[in-house]
């Protein structure tokens, strides 16, 4: 049987080589039309990316406004005042006991009437001249020295009734004067020719006190600590009482511990320069008391021979001007007064003449009535000064020398201070009875 050879065809690979065959002649033909056109276009090309600069950015254009409320233009500054300060004293306070303030009732009745009579200010005990303290205290040391009142009241509740009524309240603070606070502050009293035992103002028999010691600093710090207490419950103004050496017997046999030369009047200074630093951290205002007798030269036992520098010292002052101090009269070569409670104008007239270097006051004439008075001065008190002013009839002097006090002899010393450059009064009756007072606007 004869053999058939059978011829295969490969269509597919033919068709593959045919189709390379094509591609590589397309190639050859674009790589040869991409040279003829990149020849003809090379210089063109060339001087444009040779002389091509990048665009300067511009600034986007702001989105249109979306339509809101409209925003009002902010108001002007205006620089905010400063609190009115109240004034260091009112231009007429009186005292009251602290049976009067202890008691709400009796308390609502005499602001009413006091109010009436043209009174603005009140001026009342914080710590007494017995050492008690009259307000409900917190400090410590109160109750140590057992000095807290029994019937004490709310300070805070207190000043704020007061200036609910239209009174500024003034509290007073007897300093060194304490007889309560020597028996268990041992170590800061007057001591007894520098022993250990308590000097005493008089005999036992005689009631004699013992006192704290003025050149004493824990003796200072309560002071100072009582009337940061009271600026922090609302008392603008206080008023520091017995700031002063004792007075007594045997004041030759009393010793105040290393003062080198004992100089009065500096180391209380410098007691009031610390309780003006005080007041002036807790916005209060501190002022100290003093006796126109010591401020007129007839005594040095109190306050030393520069009166003048205690009220320096404190910023303020307040001058006791009662004719009932001078006693039955006084003999000196600075003044010289008889009877000096039967005749208050010329009493309060001259004794401020005599003080009025001391004081700051420039005062003129001979204390007749009518002399010495000016409208417009040219000189005012060193510091701000407030006059104490005698409201009551006293009780220790003699019948010949002495006689009652009513709205005559009241409104007499209030010329007198007023000739002087004083404006402020602080009418003083203990008992608290204000039926003398001069009439509003006299």
């Given at each position: ?7 295969r065809?490969d269509?597919?690979?033919?068709q ?8 590589a ?7 040869v ?20 600069e ?10 249109d406004?979306?339509?809101?409320p ?14 009115e ?5 009112p ?28 009174v603005t ?5 914080l710590?007494?001249a ?5 307000y409900?205290?917190?400090?410590e ?9 029994e ?11 007061l200036?609910?009524?239209g009174?500024?309240p ?8 304490d007889?309560?606070?020597?028996a268990?502050?041992?170590e ?8 250990t035992v308590?000097?005493i ?7 004699g006190?013992p006192?704290l010691?003025?050149?004493n600093?824990?003796?200072?710090d ?9 600026a922090?419950?609302?008392?603008g103004?206080?008023?520091l009482?017995g ?12 010793t ?7 100089d009065?009047?500096a ?10 630093a005080?007041?002036d ?9 003093v006796?126109l007798?010591s401020?007129a030269g007839?005594?040095d ?19 006791e ?15 010289t ?7 208050p104008?010329?009493t309060?007239?001259?004794?401020l003449?005599a ?13 007749e ?11 005012a008190?060193?510091?701000?000064l ?6 009551y009839?006293?009780g220790?002097?003699?019948?010949s020398?002495?006689?009652p006090y ?24 203990p008992?608290?009875e204000?039926?003398?007072?001069p009439?509003?606007g006299a």
């Open positions: 049987m004869k053999e058939f050879k059978i011829k065809y269509h597919a690979r033919v593959k080589r045919k189709q390379g065959a094509r591609a002649a397309a190639t050859v033909l674009l790589g039309a991409a040279l003829v056109v990149g020849w003809t276009a090379y210089p063109l090309v060339y001087d444009f990316i040779t002389s091509w990048p665009p300067a950015p511009s600034a986007p254009e702001p989105p406004p979306v339509p809101g409209a925003v009002p233009e902010p108001p002007s500054v205006i620089p905010e005042e400063e609190p300060q109240e004034a260091v004293f231009s007429s306070a009186v005292y009251l006991p602290p049976e009067i303030m202890e008691d709400e009732e009796r308390l609502e009745q005499e602001l009413a009437s006091l109010k009436e009579k043209g200010g009140i001026v009342f005990d710590k007494d017995t050492g008690i303290v009259r409900q205290s917190e400090l040391r109160v109750a140590l020295n057992r000095a807290q009142s019937t004490a009241y709310d300070l805070q509740q207190k000043t704020a009734r200036r609910q009524a009174m500024t003034v509290g007073r603070l007897y300093a060194f004067r007889r309560t606070a020597t268990h502050m041992y800061s009293a007057v001591k007894y020719m520098n022993s308590n000097w103002d008089n005999s036992q028999a005689n009631g006190k006192w010691n003025p050149n600093t824990e003796a200072q309560y002071i100072i600590a009582l009337a940061e207490e009271a922090r419950n609302g008392v103004t206080i008023l009482d700031v002063q050496f004792p007075e007594g017997v045997a004041l030759d046999l009393a105040y511990g290393n003062t080198g030369p004992l009065k009047s180391i209380l200074a410098g007691f009031l320069a610390r309780a003006k005080a007041g951290r807790t916005g209060s205002q501190v002022a100290v008391t006796n007798i401020a007839l005594s036992v109190r306050y030393g021979d520069d009166v003048g520098s205690l009220l320096a010292a404190a910023g303020c002052g307040v001058v001007v009662m004719p009932e101090q001078f006693g039955n009269g006084v003999t000196s070569e600075v003044l007064l008889s009877s000096p409670a039967l005749d104008y010329k309060v007239s001259q004794g003449k003080a009025g270097p001391a004081l700051g006051l420039e005062t003129g004439g001979d204390g009535e009518g002399e010495g008075e000016t409208e417009d001065r040219e000189e008190p060193r510091v701000p407030a006059a104490v002013i005698q409201a009839t006293s220790i002097l003699s019948q020398g002495n006689k009513g709205p005559e002899e009241v409104e007499a010393q209030v010329r007198a201070v007023r000739q002087a450059g004083i404006e402020e009064m602080i009418y003083l009756d008992a608290g204000y039926g003398n007072l009439r509003p």
